[in-house]
C-alpha cells in the first residue's frame, strides 16, 4: 500500500478522465505546503499544487524571477542500473555523469 495514498473530496480537483477516485496519490513534500493553503491540479495522478493562499500569483511570478522556485511535480525519481548505465545517461545530459 502506498502511504501517500489520498481520498480527494470532490470539490478539491476536478474530475480527470482516467484516473478513478482514491487513485490520486501525494507527493513526499505534501505536509511543508499543508501550512500554505495549497490549491491542487492532477499531474501523473498525483497532486501538485498550483497555488496558496498566502500569496497573489503575481508574488509567486516575483519570488521565481528574482529568487528561486521549487515544484514538486508527479514526477518520481528512477535509478539507472548495469553496464549501459552510464552511457546512456551520458547521452541524455550535457555533462558528464562521471564527474558528478
Known sequence: M????VDVPSDL???RPGVASGELTRHPF????RPLGPHYSVY???L???GFDTRTVE???WL???KVGLLHTGELS???EGLEAERLLNALFTRDIAKL
Open 59 to 61: 508574488d509567486g511570478y
Open 64 to 66: 521565481l524571477r528574482q
Open 48 to 50: 501538485m499544487v498550483v
Open 13 to 15: 480537483v476536478a474530475y
Open 78 to 80: 528512477l535509478q539507472f
Open 44 to 46: 501523473n495522478r498525483r
Open 2 to 5: 502506498n502511504r501517500h495514498r
Open 30 to 33: 505534501h505536509e511543508h505546503e
